[in-house]
């Protein structure tokens, strides 16, 4: 199975602040990487696909990139709408894994 | 909107069974590949497996196969999991997700535990 590192596992910035958050991935995804946004007793939200293609409707705040075996997600300019943990996803090869999750706080 | 909507969570004692409903809405449901998504509480998420868009192929996690079994039916837009000899390990709550590989819709998710 492939395993997607993922850190830090929590991060706490304020709103304004530039945010990073990278996955590492056991061996080559090639760019079959996407994001997750989790809030508090909600279902996931898909954010980014392809490692770096945005969602329809999420904000351009949230850019992804990478590929390979390293990926990040960065969130410019932090709200505190964003206050959540996300996810990094590998769809290369099954099983499909996912990392263990950054909950990132706001100051 | 499209909706996924699950049913049957619950309590069950280890090596009971247990079966989940998720029903869809808004979008064409005989034509996606359906997929089950676990989460441990405040733990990482977990891929179950998968049903194609006309159940004739399905694809199971390590971890359940030979105990988990996906099924569905287009005609009532409804996608099953049927939980056999369940484990304490098994406690979770489940999603049930539109796609095969990037999962754009969830349900709400349905509470079940081992216990």
């Known amino acids: 199975d492939i395993h997607m590192a993922q850190s830090p596992s929590t991060l706490s910035a304020s709103v304004g602040d530039r945010v990073t958050i990278t996955c590492r991935a056991s061996q080559n995804v090639d760019n079959w990487v996407a994001w997750y946004q989790q809030k508090p007793g909600s279902a996931p939200k898909l954010l980014i696909y392809?490692?770096?293609s945005l969602e329809s409707g999420v904000p351009a705040r949230f850019t992804g990139s990478g590929s390979g075996t390293r990926f990040t997600l960065t969130i410019d300019s932090l709200q505190s709408e964003d206050s959540a943990t996300y996810f990094c996803q590998q769809y290369d090869a099954y099983p499909l894994t996912f990392g263990q999750g950054t909950k990132v706080q706001i100051k | 909107e499209e909706l996924l909507v699950e049913s049957g969570g619950g309590l069950v004692q280890p090596g009971g069974s247990l079966r989940l409903s998720c029903v869809g809405s808004?979008?064409?449901?005989?034509?996606?590949?359906l997929t089950w998504v676990r989460q441990v509480a405040g733990k990482g998420l977990e891929w179950l497996g998968k049903i194609d868009d006309d159940g004739g192929e399905i694809q199971y996690a390590d971890s359940v196969r030979g105990r988990f079994i996906i099924s569905r039916d287009n005609a009532k837009r409804s996608l099953d999991l049927q939980m056999n000899d369940l484990k304490v390990e098994d406690t979770a709550i489940y999603y049930c997700?539109?796609?095969?590989?990037?999962?754009?819709?969830w349900g709400q998710g349905a509470p079940v535990t081992v216990s």
């Open positions: 808004g979008f064409t449901f005989r034509m996606f590949t």
């Open positions: 392809l490692a770096s």
């Open positions: 997700v539109k796609g095969q590989q990037l999962f754009d819709v």
